[in-house]
């Protein structure tokens, strides 16, 4: 039974600082309900969630988010606002003749503004890409957990997209360093069909690991590069949440 991928959760000390960071940054509503702060996607933008729990740390965070730019401008004014809303500039090791910016938000987690005319990202809105640490076979995997088709299948890297378009998830392939605690980011799916036990034997049947149940009955799994993820028994977020144009 396939699962529907309802958001990417981050941890933070304070969730509300980052919840409202990127509600403002894209433009959305943040929905408050008895697992976090949910910033709700719609058929072709990534939702996000921040739940409390440890901060980011660079080096040790295995996804990160692409922003888009339309032109020159834009990129600055997104920079701008990231800056006055609480982000900052992150030194990863880029380059001066590199054209992306690199930032972190408010929880310490890196993102990326990337600069106009990419085509890779062309047509994926605002919110272009979440990036993550992973092997090809963990690509196929959530290809085929959320019947999203790979739009990148190149020298071990992979990405998907949702048939709707928007949002690509893309994985950069080996190497991939050694997970030595939990995840401080991981999915968040639900039943597609509200089954939650079918979908998570489905889960199971493509490579899934059961891990535990939380106490909020959601049922924790591990993708096949050791990632965990959660699946939920129903959407804490109301059907058709508005997004608040930006």
């Not at 981050?10 to 894209?26: S, T």
């Not at 040790?60 to 834009?74: F, K, P, Q, V, Y």
């Not at 059961?210 to 959601?218: T, V, W």
Request: with cysteine; aromatic share 6%.
């Amino acid at each position: 039974m396939r699962s529907r991928l309802l958001a990417v959760t981050f941890e933070a000390h304070d969730p509300a600082r980052p919840a409202q960071f990127w509600a403002a940054l894209l433009g959305r509503e943040v929905i408050e309900d008895a697992v976090g702060a949910l910033l709700p996607g719609d058929d072709t933008q990534l939702g996000l969630r921040f739940v409390p729990g440890r901060a980011g740390q660079l080096g040790a965070n295995r996804m990160h988010l692409h922003l888009t730019s339309a032109d020159l401008d834009e990129q600055q004014h997104t920079v701008a606002m990231a800056l006055k809303l609480g982000g900052r500039h992150l030194n990863v090791g880029q380059r001066p003749e590199d054209e992306h910016v690199v930032l972190a938000d408010p929880a310490g987690y890196a993102f990326c503004v990337i600069e106009p005319g990419n085509a890779y990202l062309a047509g994926c809105g605002f919110l272009g890409e979440l990036t993550c640490d992973g092997t090809r076979e963990v690509g196929l995997f959530w290809s085929k957990v959320l019947g999203w088709p790979l739009v990148w299948d190149q020298d071990e890297e992979t990405a998907i997209q949702s048939p709707r378009g928007g949002t690509k998830v893309a994985w950069a392939g080996p190497p991939v360093a050694p997970k030595k605690e939990p995840n401080q980011q991981r999915f968040e799916l639900i039943p597609a069909a509200g089954d939650q036990q079918a979908a998570v034997d489905g889960l199971i049947s493509l490579g899934a690991t059961r891990l535990e149940i939380g106490k909020d009955g959601a049922v924790m799994l591990a993708d096949p590069d050791g990632n965990e993820f959660c699946v939920r028994g129903t959407d804490h977020s109301p059907a058709g949440s508005p997004i608040v144009p930006g």
